[in-house]
């Protein structure tokens, strides 16, 4: 079972960006699907943006057009750059991989996921 491990969180002003590492403890490239969830504050866990093992990308339409998702192999790592961001990105987010490849409408479903990190605390405030 891959390990995950988040970093890049912080407190940061309304509209800058931020840029969120998962390190994985192997590759992920051709072998898990990766997807950023996010938990707010008093809110379920939602998830957010996947790249598939294969690597294709899927954002939900909070997301679409400010974030965007990548990979680098060398480093097995996904990255998760953050533009733009509100008030209402405020949350704990969290990396999670599966070897399985979900159905699209199954993609953000957190139970299809079986490695999880710690979180990393995003903070968007003036």
């Known amino acids: 079972q891959v390990q995950l491990e988040e970093s890049g969180g912080g407190l940061v002003l309304p509209g800058n960006s931020l840029t969120l590492s998962c390190a994985a403890s192997e590759r992920t490239q051709g072998v898990y699907t990766v997807t950023w969830f996010r938990q707010g504050p008093g809110k379920e866990r939602e998830g957010i943006v996947s790249?598939?093992?294969?690597?294709?990308?899927y954002y939900t339409a909070s997301v679409k057009n400010r974030f965007t998702v990548s990979r680098d192999n060398a480093k097995n790592t996904v990255y998760l750059q953050m533009n733009s961001l509100q008030p209402e990105d405020t949350a704990v987010y969290y990396c999670?991989?599966?070897?399985?490849?979900?159905?699209?409408?199954?993609?953000?479903?957190?139970?299809?996921?079986?490695?999880w990190g710690q979180g990393t605390q995003v903070t968007v405030s003036s």
């Open positions: 790249i598939r093992r294969q690597g294709g990308t």
């Open positions: 999670a991989a599966t070897k399985m490849n979900p159905i699209l409408s199954a993609l953000y479903t957190p139970t299809m996921y079986d490695s």
